[in-house]
């Protein structure tokens, strides 16, 4: 059951075709019972190195989700985050900007929701959308008022890369070490939780009619992902594929990589000086009269 997340991390200065990108692989557990035990050890690990993280003070961890309509972003936070205390954890998902976003550079609404030292920060999607969908659908630069010499579509996407490179590289100059995760989910597989929303009544509230229509532009989704992936998965802040199509799965992959992300932190809990040591022993006197 070990699982090696650097096998789903995008490699630096290489091109990505997903298309050779499993979005299905081989159960790491042989039953739902199997799973969900491999899965409480995992929450009981990153509690405890939440715990160490959140003491220690020292570095922020921001999670990065992103992935097509369906793909489990959801379903993966609350899943994999389960186990972790709510004080030291901060969960932001991020649709269409509003006005006052709109009257900022295309960072400023996700900088604004950055992880302080001690706290793990969770987008769900973030400012990649900006050369996500944006790309995709580039009328939507329109609304962002920028001036007509900037709104090139030559070059614009080449510096947005740029500038999320720079703040990333920035944030881990600052000690945020950052995990960015893609979900991989398969077109046909998409099609069959689409049709669980509108069958199963619980879960109709999840569907709308704007997912069939982004369906759509599914290989134009998949270029532009492939081409941010290759041009923003630094050593610094990597970008894991990671396979979709089976929920469980996909699960025990991404909190194997929040471990390994977590473990990677030089982190300790601050000792205790002399002064403070007999600073408590005079405490204990008093709390045992």
Known sequence: MNI??????VPQDKKVDLSKWPTIVDPYCKSKKAYKELLR???????SLQQLHYASNQHALLLIFQGMDSAGKDGAIRHVMSGVNPEGCEVFSFKQPSAEELEH????RTTCRLPERGRIGIFNRS????VLVVRVHPELLRSERLPEELRNEKNIWEQRYRSIVDLEKHLHRNGTQIIKIFLHLSYDEQRKRFLERIEEPDKNWKFSTSDIHE???W???MKAYEDCLHATSTH??????VPADDKENARLIVSQIVLDALGELKMSYPRTTKKRHLELRQIKKLLTK
């Open 41 to 47: 050890q995992h929450m009981e690990k990153l509690s």
């Open 215 to 217: 369906r759509k532009y």
């Open 127 to 130: 400012y990649y959308e900006e």
């Open 4 to 9: 090696d997340s650097k096998t789903y991390r």
């Open 236 to 241: 610094h802040a990597p970008w894991y594929v």
């Open 219 to 221: 290989k134009h989704y």
């Open 105 to 108: 550079d295309f960072l400023w």
